[in-house]
């Protein structure tokens, strides 16, 4: 079974412009989370979506968004990008049916210049 | 309020035992997690354990977990060059959402 995919890999933005990252979950699996991880911050919770419904959310400001599409892939985007966004970020998924095993992909490095 | 704390660094050398140790405050926690993470990758799930255990063994993983001191260890048995890595514990309190430690950096050393 395929694992979590998450792409670009690598994304390089200027301050003030917006991004989108995506993530595919693991086949049959209907939740997908997504965190931040910064050396400053560590790893932070930014929300989580299931079944395209958001269930969680993180302390983050509003210009950090997501959605969940009816395949379960999930796009998160960061509008008017700061320096501070520059960061790891990961997208996790889980079945979503009792399970809480939380399996993470690779993660999307973006860097704001 | 949700807390976990880990210290930032374990040097052992290759052969013996490292024990990796974390810290939580909320006793609402319903599962506890252990992940690695290696240079330039994600993270990927070691074990977990449900708040209602004491202790999960998995080959040369054990995880002790004390509920009372809101402690939570990681035991790597025969530790080996390729366990170098940083490792989280996390707690989770409600569904999905993971508050993550600041990591340990394992060093094995020859």
């Known amino acids: 079974k395929a694992g979590v995919t998450q792409t670009p890999r690598y994304l390089i933005k200027t301050r003030g412009q917006q991004v989108t990252l995506s993530c595919s979950p693991i086949s049959g699996h209907r939740s997908v989370s997504w965190y931040q991880q910064t050396p400053g911050q560590g790893l932070q919770f930014l929300f989580e979506y299931f079944s395209e419904t958001q269930r969680n959310k993180g302390n983050f400001p509003g210009r950090f968004s997501g959605r969940q599409f009816s395949n379960s892939r999930s796009e998160m985007n960061v509008s008017t990008l700061e320096l501070g966004d520059s960061a790891l970020y990961l997208c996790a998924s889980t079945s979503g049916g009792g399970s809480y095993e939380q399996y993470f992909g690779p993660g999307t490095r973006l860097t704001v210049t | 309020g949700e807390d976990v704390e880990q210290s930032l660094f374990l040097s052992v050398r290759e052969g013996d035992s490292s024990v990796i140790n974390c810290t939580y405050t909320?006793?609402?926690?319903?599962?506890l997690y252990w992940y690695k993470q290696e240079p330039g990758a994600g993270l990927q799930l070691l074990t977990y354990?449900?708040?209602?255990?004491d202790m999960k063994q998995d080959q040369r993983l054990t995880v002790l977990l004390n509920k009372k001191d809101k402690h939570l260890s990681l035991r790597i048995a025969d530790t080996q060059t390729g366990d170098s890595a940083i490792y989280f514990c996390?707690?989770?309190?409600?569904?999905?959402?993971?508050?993550f430690g600041t990591g340990t950096q394992l060093k094995v050393e020859l």
């Open positions: 354990i449900f708040s209602n255990m």
């Open positions: 996390a707690e989770s309190i409600l569904g999905n959402k993971l508050t």
């Open positions: 909320d006793s609402s926690s319903t599962y």
